[in-house]
């Protein structure tokens, strides 16, 4: 199992509560009248028209200026054999960005996914500058494509959303369109049961530019006594009031988006199901992350037999042929280690253990 770091990451995702008064699908609230607000691209009194034109009104919108967003996205399996089953849902995708699209100026912080979903992951951008906390390689080379990446997720959520007008509300920004959620047609909530049933509710809060304040959705799938339940929760705030620096712990990247390891470094492994980095700090606790190392220059990679298994730490080329004699010997048990220095060349690809077909495979980048 791979080694958790130290979150610094808040919180900041609030449970909403059950909607009240339920609204009637096509019917225009008399307040909404009164508030004089337009409806914008996509959405009507009859609920989410053109998904498509709401997200091109919202991504528009929102870049105008800057701005704050937050994302989450957890799945729970209620199995009635497991008492415990439900306590601890597991986040798929979590995430929280500021951005100046003005500046060229962005930072990201994520979580869940891949690789190495227990790990946060910092991303920060502006202008050519481009920096991390993890190995890489950052594939977002810009504040505009990594604020594009950040943006995408939402508009799985908007698909053929089953919505119903309940009128406006305001918040400190002013009027805001509020639509009861009751259904998605989306892939990705939790219809895994041939024959099952699925329901689910919600809330989205539009301004009249087509900025989604809010978004919040509980849409859970059923079959005999087993039960998934899918929450999704994003919001997009502070326009014109967000301001972005770069945060503490981050390192620059360089043209193919990796962490360059300095020289002379010692790169030490665990022997797990996957080999998970304890040495440098920059990649400790990532399975099986990038090595980006300097052409000629000398390192010393070792590893410890972590899991008990048999295990043996090899370099090898692209055609998965080991480079030279740049492989130690198979320990098996949990006690035992081995290292060994070598030089950095440009035909090395990749790190591996070769005692069978093991996942522990990292990739070698040599500049």
């Not at 979150?7 to 508030?35: E, I, K, M, Y």
């Not at 500021?98 to 790990?119: D, I, K, N, Q």
């Not at 809330?203 to 799938?221: A, F, P």
């Not at 998970?276 to 700090?281: D, G, K, L, M």
Request: aromatic content about 6%; glycine content about 10%.
């Amino acid at each position: 199992m791979a080694r958790s770091r130290t979150s610094t990451r808040r919180q900041w995702l609030r449970r909403g509560t059950s909607l009240g008064l339920v609204g009637l699908a096509g019917c225009l609230n008399p307040f909404a009248d009164s508030t004089g607000i337009e409806f914008p691209p996509g959405l009507s009194a009859d609920g989410v028209d053109d998904s498509d034109a709401l997200l091109e009104a919202h991504e528009a919108a929102v870049t105008a200026t800057s701005f704050t967003g937050e994302y989450d996205r957890q799945l729970s399996v209620d199995v009635p054999e497991i008492d415990d089953s439900r306590e601890s849902p597991v986040t798929m995708d979590a995430f929280e960005i500021r951005a100046e699209p003005s500046a060229e100026r962005v930072v990201r912080s994520r979580r869940g996914g891949s690789p190495t979903p227990s790990l946060e992951r910092v991303v920060y951008i502006d202008g050519d500058h481009r920096a991390t906390d993890y190995p890489g390689p950052l594939e977002q080379e810009s504040a505009a494509d990594l604020i594009e990446d950040s943006l995408e997720p939402i508009g799985d959520w908007l698909l053929e959303a089953v919505a119903e007008y309940r009128g406006t509300r305001s918040n400190e920004t002013g009027p805001l369109h509020e639509y009861r959620l009751s259904g998605i047609d989306s892939e990705l909530i939790p219809r895994g049961f041939p024959d099952g049933e699925t329901d689910g509710d919600g809330l989205v809060l539009v301004d009249e530019r087509g900025r989604i304040h809010r978004y919040r959705t509980t849409q859970s799938g059923q079959n005999d006594e087993i039960t998934m339940e899918l929450e999704v929760e994003f919001e997009f705030g502070r326009f014109g009031e967000t301001t972005v620096e770069e945060p503490a712990g981050v390192d620059a990247v360089g043209p193919d988006g990796h962490q360059v390891i300095e020289p002379g470094t010692r790169i030490e492994l665990e022997a797990q199901t996957d080999w998970v980095a304890v040495a440098p700090s920059k990649i400790e606790g990532f399975e099986n992350p990038p090595f980006a190392l300097e052409e000629g220059e000398s390192y010393e990679i070792g590893w410890t037999a972590g899991d008990g298994g048999t295990h043996n730490l090899e370099i090898v080329d692209a055609d998965g042929t080991v480079v030279g004699d740049l492989a130690t010997e198979q320990i098996h048990g949990e006690d035992g280690e081995r290292w060994f220095e070598f030089t950095a060349t440009e035909e090395m690809a990749a790190y591996r253990c070769g005692s069978d077909e093991s996942s522990a495979v990292g990739t070698i980048a040599v500049h």
